[in-house]
């Protein structure tokens, strides 16, 4: 009763504003008082409404009432102050229905500050005090507030459960020991909370290890992202520069053939000019000779006509104009039709650079390499379309099937000479830049006991002049091959033979991961049979390409996979 008074009293002389003992209380015409500087200002942020209500039962003031200070009131708190009154608890402290409520307060609760194990009941911070302050309440177990203490007693016995039984994982009292879960492998709850606990220590080391090691990843991820960020920067940044010089060289080109032009057409036009002054002398020359000698006809005394006619000076030497030969209004067109080869040479390199940098471009990888395929689905997923490039193509190899396939002929194919072709090797290169991870197969055929096919890999700037080392694919240290001859295989890698066993297939497939620097080869029929496997560094851009024997009739084709 004395609690519930002093609690009275609190909630009497406390602000409902701020929650706190009332200063220089002041009191409204509803009869409510607060604190000056509280209704004050409550009543300031109201005031562009134009009406002034009271907090407590919402009566409504027009105009705004000038509040004297409330000395009875004043009096009154100064003096409950002396004896200990403090303010009334504020809202947040007491219990809401999310909350744990102290089991000991009366009328409104408070929030429980913590719960015991050993009372099963909660206290607030003032009921908790005899179990911090008495000898009697050491050994008790406090936790924080918990809604789940009668959980704790066994619903059989009504006893607090405080043991264990590991037989059928579950929580038990003492007596459930003793009957229900006689012979059954029971401990205390503390013993069984040791062991839980000491598991639950081994998992969280396990869990913090690996939140270690994935912030390593994770900052390793950083960093790439850093140097992927600065690489593509530099990349943009180089490539504005490359693109921006190659426009320079084309204005000056430009210039220089404006300018070539121009001067051509001067000299042209002066020499025009000049022969057409000539024979315009030439012309007025002829029509004075013409008057004198229309003159001289004129004349009628035949003495005189016979006298003066000696005297003439003879003609010189004619241009006449049947010998200058106009050529047909050309002039300059052939300088255009020059030009305009020469923008299809370059739309040409543009558009197969453009092909090749897109394709270099969508292949960057800066994550872990992924493992090799295992079935030839996998290896599908990386399928490369490949086509021969017949600029490269040996003079008695024909290509065929959409440039996929290349047999061995007897006769020169009339090929046009081009730098790009090998001279005096039977081989041929694809059109495809390889980089990334790509796969494919090729087809071999004829008489394998002739001659075989060479199955490679190379970079572009393998030589291509004559028939040594420097230009055979697997003799130098550019190029990879698998030899496919008869019923063996042989890989060559800089004039290195390795012999390779495995089941005979008219088709290998090649799989390329130029990242990882891993270059594969497959016996491939109902079942794929790795064959031989490279591990290395790839420096460039790799291009596929056959050598096939030099007796007609052998061919190589890439299949199409897709």
């Known amino acids: 009763m004395a609690q519930r008074e002093f609690q009275l009293e609190q909630e009497t002389f406390s602000c409902s504003i701020c929650l706190d003992l009332l200063k220089d209380p002041v009191t409204t015409g509803c009869g409510h008082s607060y604190c000056k500087s509280c209704i004050n200002n409550h009543w300031d942020n109201g005031e562009e409404r134009g009406s002034y209500s009271c907090p407590q039962c919402r009566e409504t003031f027009t105009p705004r009432p000038v509040l004297g200070k409330n000395t009875m009131l004043a009096t009154l708190v100064e003096e409950l102050k002396k004896t200990g009154l403090q303010a009334a608890p504020a809202d947040h402290c007491y219990a809401g229905p999310e909350d744990v409520a102290c089991d000991v307060c009366t009328g409104r609760k408070l929030k429980a500050l913590k719960s015991c194990l050993n009372c ?4 607030c911070e003032k009921h908790l005090q005899p179990h911090l302050q008495s ?12 809604k789940k203490l009668q959980e704790n007693i066994c619903s059989l016995h009504n006893e607090v459960m405080k043991m264990f039984c590991r037989t059928d994982q579950q929580c038990i009292c003492y007596l459930c020991s003793v009957y229900e879960h006689k012979d059954h492998d029971t401990v205390s709850a503390a013993a069984e909370r040791t062991e839980r606990q000491r598991e639950l220590g081994l998992r969280r080391q396990t869990i913090q290890q690996r939140v270690q090691d994935t912030e390593k990843d994770v900052k390793l991820l950083q960093q790439e992202e850093e140097a992927v960020n600065g690489s593509a920067d530099k990349a943009v940044k180089d490539s504005e ?61 035949h003495n005189q006509f016979l006298h003066n006619y000696p005297s003439l000076s003879p003609l010189s030497g004619s241009t006449h104009s049947s010998s200058i030969r106009i050529r047909p209004l050309r002039n300059f067109e052939d300088v255009t039709a ?25 292949q960057v990888d800066v994550l872990l390499p992924q493992p090799e395929p295992q079935t030839r689905a996998d290896f599908l997923r990386y399928s490369q379309e490949i086509t021969l490039d017949p600029n490269t193509a040996f003079r008695h190899l024909l290509l065929s099937e959409g440039k996929r396939k290349v047999t061995s002929m007897s006769e020169d194919q009339s090929y046009s000479n ?82 390779v066993s495995g089941p005979r297939s008219s088709r290998v497939g090649v799989y390329l991961d130029h990242s990882a620097g891993v270059l594969s080869f497959y016996s ?9 496997r490279v591990q290395t560094t790839f420096t460039q851009p790799l291009c596929a390409g056959v050598m096939v024997c030099h007796y007609p009739g052998s061919t190589a084709k890439f299949c199409k996979l897709k």
């Open 338 to 362: 020059a030009v305009s080869q020469v923008r299809g040479r370059l739309q040409d390199i543009l558009s197969e650079t453009e092909t090749e940098v897109l394709q270099i471009v969508s």
């Open 524 to 532: 491939v029929s109902d079942t794929m049979t790795l064959l031989h």
């Open 418 to 499: 081009h730098p790009d072709r090998f001279t005096g090797c039977h081989q041929v290169l694809s059109r495809e830049s390889l980089t990334g991870r790509c796969y494919w197969e090729v087809e071999v055929g004829g008489d394998m006991i002739l001659g075989g096919v060479d199955v490679a890999v190379t970079y572009k700037n393998i030589s291509r002049a004559g028939n040594s080392d420097d230009c055979e694919f697997g003799f130098n240290d550019k190029s990879w091959s698998l030899y496919c001859y008869e019923n063996s295989y042989n890989f060559y890698y800089n004039s290195i033979r390795t012999p």
């Open 241 to 301: 520069k490359i693109f921006t010089e190659m426009i320079r060289l084309l204005k000056k080109r430009s210039s220089d053939v404006k300018q070539q032009i121009r001067s051509q057409q001067e000299t042209e036009v002066s020499r025009v000019r000049e022969l057409q002054e000539r024979l315009e002398q030439e012309i007025t020359e002829l029509k004075r000779k013409d008057q004198e000698l229309k003159q001289l006809s004129d004349t009628e005394d």
């Open 135 to 146: 000898a009697a309440f050491k050994k008790h177990k406090l936790v924080e507030p918990s």
């Open 120 to 123: 099963l009941a909660s206290y």
